[in-house]
């Protein structure tokens, strides 16, 4: 057969030999037709023209480049299965060949045979192939019937403005198009389950809707309804579904197949008609009594109307404002991560340089001078990185009464003498769910705020109480604490409080502030899954309010700390970060604690180490690396040394939710003696 879309004839790859020349007379002897090729690109180029199935020598292919013959295989059409006959010698099968088992695996559907073979085993091999991709071309063929018609039925759909859906029995699973989700307020890749479909329904239309799916259900007869469906923005659709019973083949009703629509303006327009014919014809009958009051009747209507243009545009207002504040908050935390790594190699470096250059009291009082600096830069990246609610946090349960009446020596000193310090906290409080650490800091920025915002003195009021959330639509309902701190201060105007959140905002004079105080206790508060909530009044005051979840264990004890041991062993660490500059730093300072480093730049590369004989003591490697991250290269390392301590470096809580490894954490940026003071925990 020649080459062609539907073509069965063999390519032959045996450049050595007569191999070439023995398999192709005996597959045209058995009746298929077979081509010789005399390399590997002339092989490509063959397949590329149409070809049933391949024989390869596996002499043509071991030290050939086959990026573009994998190329082509990677990127087969769904119904496609290339078929590759591989000719091995003697004992170079699968099973005793970790070649034929690498090429297996990059080649997919293939068959070996070993040589010497015998003639009727390669015609049988052969013929197995072809027909397999004969039926490839079939299956091919009913696809390309299959799509035409789903195309036909998709534009009918479209032209009718219908969305498709199909309710599976008995077990109600449904089955939604792209444009019957639209219907209900969905996104085409948002799940909407039956259930979905049901808490949708408006609550008068539910009953009379559960009436007819019953009554289609025992009787078979169309199913065909006009009822009101809630979209999750809280907004009323009107929804008609039309659908049919689909029988199984013992009678039974296995689904129901239809069609829905959005029918929302004839709905508004027929209820509008409705309500101008009882308002005519109640005007007919009282005429005399409408002309005195209709100046009255226009006056309540325009009122009516303008509330429901100022809601709508407040709903509109509040929308605009969330998408803007997760579009800086992705932003923000993008930066702080980067910023984190270029940190770390500047502590890392410093660290290291503080402890080789000569001892010069001025040299040192500059590197230290530097440090600083870095460390007030790892402050504010913690800040951007609350506000983007990318942090670390350690969230336990936690006495609110004692954590903030230990705070009252730090409160007082910060707040100076002449401002008043009451705190109002009742006894007999649960415990909250937090991280203690940085509760403590949003406090003292909220106090420190507070401060600010009386020129002269004043009086700072710290209450808790409690709070039940219930229909509010920035918590979950359940119980939360509410921590509030009131000021009497000079407040603030509507246009500021809008803006107080916002990232580097700040109301105070050039060089008081860097407008990350609010943005940091908003975002640890969201992180914590709680809110943060502003009220002010200019020349009044303003109460913060940060309600944070009640825990529902007990709060944790301070156990004695107990300080590792130093290690004085020098340890075979393997290292792995894709950026060079943390590579150099992390890698040097190593090697000044006097460990062997074995330094790599990705996942892969650190597999390929630990799958070798080489002895290695510990693995310390970064999150966020291109083609694998650390959680899954310490998953794949779990699997080839178990035992093998691992220590992840990140510089933000990036790590995904569910994941079942339990990883030692080092935070970015750190120094030499954090580094130390962990791998001797780990490695004593």
């Known amino acids: 057969m020649k080459p062609g879309a539907s073509s069965e004839r063999a390519l032959i790859l045996a450049p050595t030999g007569r191999d070439a020349a023995v398999a192709a007379a005996l597959i045209r002897e058995a009746g298929f037709y077979a081509g010789v090729c005399g390399d590997i690109a002339g092989l490509l180029q063959e397949i590329e023209r149409?070809?049933?199935?391949?024989?390869?020598?596996?002499?043509?292919?071991?030290?050939?480049?086959?990026?573009?013959?994998?190329?082509?295989?990677?990127?087969?059409?769904?119904?496609?299965?290339?078929?590759?006959?591989?000719?091995?010698?003697?004992?170079?099968?699968?099973?005793r060949n970790p070649d034929a088992v690498r090429l297996g695996q990059v080649l997919g559907n293939v068959t070996f045979i070993e040589r010497p073979f015998h003639p009727t085993t390669l015609v049988s091999i052969v013929g197995s192939a072809i027909r397999g991709r004969r039926r490839q071309y079939q299956t091919r063929a009913i696809l390309a019937d299959l799509t035409e018609s789903e195309n036909l039925l998709q534009t009918a759909l479209r032209a009718g403005s219908l969305g498709a859906l199909e309710l599976h029995l008995p077990g109600f699973e449904l089955e939604a198009s792209d444009t019957c989700k639209a219907f209900f307020g969905r996104r085409p890749d948002e799940s909407f389950s039956y259930q979905d479909l049901l808490a949708s329904v408006h609550p008068e239309d539910r009953a009379r809707r559960a009436e007819v799916l019953e009554?289609?259900?025992?009787?078979?007869?169309?199913?065909?309804?006009?009822?009101?469906?809630?979209?999750?923005?809280?907004?009323?659709?009107?929804?008609?579904?039309?659908?049919?019973?689909?029988?199984?083949?013992?009678?039974?009703?296995?689904?129901?197949?239809?069609?829905?629509?959005?029918?929302?303006?004839?709905k508004l327009a027929e209820i509008e008609r409705e309500n101008l014919l009882a308002q005519l014809a109640a005007e007919r009958t009282a005429l005399a009594e409408l002309t005195a009051t209709l100046e009255q009747r226009v006056e309540q209507r325009t009122t009516d109307l303008m509330k429901e243009v100022a809601a709508r545009e407040r709903a509109q207002e509040q929308l605009r404002q969330a998408q803007k504040m997760e579009t800086i908050g992705q932003l923000t935390g993008g930066v702080a991560h980067?910023?984190?790594n270029l940190l770390m190699a500047v502590m890392g470096n410093l660290d290291l340089l503080r402890k080789r250059i000569p001892d010069d009291p001025r040299l040192h009082r500059l590197i230290d001078g530097a440090l600083q600096g870095a460390e007030r830069g790892a402050s504010l990246t913690q800040r951007l990185l609350a506000f983007a609610r990318q942090q670390d946090l350690r969230a336990v349960a936690v006495d609110l009464r004692s954590l903030i009446q230990g705070m009252g020596d730090l409160l007082e000193r910060s707040l100076g003498p002449r401002v008043a310090l009451r705190l109002d906290i009742p006894e007999g409080l649960p415990p909250a769910r937090i991280d203690a650490n940085q509760l403590e800091l949003a406090i003292l920025n909220l106090a420190i705020n507070a401060r600010d915002a009386m020129e002269d003195s004043g009086t700072i009021d710290i209450r808790v109480a409690r709070y039940r959330a219930s229909g509010d639509p920035a918590l979950e309902s359940g119980d939360y604490l509410k921590l509030s701190v009131i000021d009497n201060g000079k407040g603030m105007s509507p246009d500021i409080l809008k803006k107080a959140i916002e990232p580097f905002f700040s109301s105070k004079p050039l060089g008081k502030g860097t407008g990350l105080g609010l943005s940091m206790v908003h975002g640890l508060a969201v992180q914590l899954g709680g809110a943060l909530q502003l009220s002010s009044t200019l020349g009044k005051g303003t109460t913060a309010t940060l309600l944070l979840p009640v825990a529902t264990s007990a709060p944790e004890t301070e156990a004695p700390l107990h300080r590792a041991p130093k290690v004085e062993r020098s340890a075979v660490i393997l290292f792995v970060d894709d950026d060079p500059l943390i590579a150099m730093s992390t890698t040097e300072m190593l090697e000044d604690l006097g460990h062997h480093v074995i330094g790599v730049s990705s996942g892969r590369h650190a597999l390929d180490i630990l799958r070798s004989e080489q002895p290695i003591d510990l693995m310390m490697t970064d999150?966020?690396?291109?083609?694998?991250?650390?959680?899954?290269?310490?998953a794949a390392t779990r699997e080839v040394r178990p035992s093998l301590p691992i220590l992840l470096a990140t510089g933000y809580a990036e790590l995904p939710e569910g994941s079942q490894l339990d990883l030692p954490r080092l935070a970015k940026p750190y120094h030499q003696d954090q580094l130390r003071d962990r791998l001797d925990q780990m490695l004593g």
């Not at 043509?60 to 082509?72: E, F």
């Not at 078979?220 to 809630?230: N, T």
């Not at 809280?234 to 929804?239: F, K």
């Open 50 to 95: 149409g070809a049933g199935l391949a024989v390869i020598a596996d002499e043509a292919i071991k030290t050939a480049d086959l990026r573009g013959l994998m190329r082509w295989l990677t990127d087969q059409p769904s119904w496609s299965d290339f078929p590759i006959v591989l000719l091995t010698r003697q004992g170079g099968g699968p099973e």
């Open 623 to 634: 999150h966020v690396m291109p083609g694998m991250t650390g959680l899954e290269l310490a």
């Open 215 to 266: 009554r289609t259900i025992l009787t078979g007869r169309d199913y065909s309804i006009e009822y009101r469906a809630i979209w999750p923005d809280g907004s009323q659709h009107w929804i008609d579904v039309r659908s049919r019973a689909v029988r199984a083949p013992d009678g039974s009703i296995k689904s129901l197949v239809g069609v829905s629509s959005d029918i929302t303006a004839r």
């Open 338 to 340: 980067d910023f984190n």
